[in-house]
């Protein structure tokens, strides 16, 4: 009759088929959970021109997400990374573009894209939702100001949908 593995309190104890027991080893503490983060997101739905082929900020994000470490900046649709280290930054957006056009969806670092971070969309049919999603590590500096920005091909309007737009950066290493 085979072993069975029975899993309790971290340890491992396999049963004998005579009911005698032993406890293996206790394995490593696992690492500890994130202690830097923060994270903005719209509550309501937004309405943004977007010039032709020209970077612009998703000033959108008006609600702060709780933070510890990353500091969320509503007035300039922001967050400064308060601790250097790597992040794992993720954002979402739902929209509508008002003209067929070639979107882009990113995250900028002080005003520059960061690589990874660039979700993109062909909007062959205007004024169908779109959602993109995003995740990319990215190593920050303290002070660093993570924007969430748009580019189209075409000038028009991002009708950013009630909740669609999330921007959060977690830090995951030194």
Same mark, same amino acid.
């Not at 971290?10 to 027991?21: D, F, I, L, N």
């Not at 032709?52 to 994000?61: D, H, K, P, R």
């Given at each position: 009759m085979p072993y069975q593995e029975i899993y309790s309190c971290g340890a491992v104890t396999y049963c004998? @088929?005579? &009911?005698?027991?032993?406890?293996g080893p206790t394995g490593p503490t696992g690492p500890a959970a994130p202690s830097v983060f923060g994270g903005l997101y719209n509550a309501a739905s937004t309405t943004l021109p977007i010039p032709a082929t020209t970077q612009t900020i998703l000033s959108n994000l008006d609600s702060a997400m709780p933070s510890? &470490?990353?500091? @969320?900046? *509503? %007035?300039? =649709? +922001? *967050?400064? !990374? #308060?601790?250097? %280290?790597?992040? *794992?930054?993720?954002? =979402?957006?739902?929209? *509508?573009?008002?003209?067929? /056009?070639?979107? #882009?969806?990113?995250?900028? =670092?002080? &005003?520059?894209? !960061?690589?990874?971070t660039? /979700? +993109?969309?062909?909007?062959?049919? =205007? #004024?169908?939702?779109?959602?993109?999603a995003q995740s990319a590590l990215a190593r920050l500096t303290a002070g660093t100001v993570l924007q969430l920005a748009a580019y189209a091909s075409t000038g028009g309007n991002l009708w950013l949908q009630n909740d669609g737009t999330v921007l959060n950066a977690v830090r995951v290493g030194d």
């Amino acid at each position: 009759m085979p072993y069975q593995e029975i899993y309790s309190c971290g340890a491992v104890t396999y049963c004998r @088929p005579s &009911g005698h027991c032993s406890t293996g080893p206790t394995g490593p503490t696992g690492p500890a959970a994130p202690s830097v983060f923060g994270g903005l997101y719209n509550a309501a739905s937004t309405t943004l021109p977007i010039p032709a082929t020209t970077q612009t900020i998703l000033s959108n994000l008006d609600s702060a997400m709780p933070s510890d &470490g990353v500091q @969320p900046n *509503l %007035g300039t =649709a +922001s *967050l400064t !990374i #308060e601790r250097s %280290g790597t992040y *794992l930054i993720n954002f =979402a957006v739902s929209y *509508l573009y008002s003209n067929n /056009a070639f979107v #882009e969806i990113f995250v900028t =670092a002080n &005003g520059t894209r !960061i690589p990874g971070t660039v /979700a +993109s969309r062909d909007a062959q049919t =205007a #004024e169908r939702v779109k959602n993109v999603a995003q995740s990319a590590l990215a190593r920050l500096t303290a002070g660093t100001v993570l924007q969430l920005a748009a580019y189209a091909s075409t000038g028009g309007n991002l009708w950013l949908q009630n909740d669609g737009t999330v921007l959060n950066a977690v830090r995951v290493g030194d």
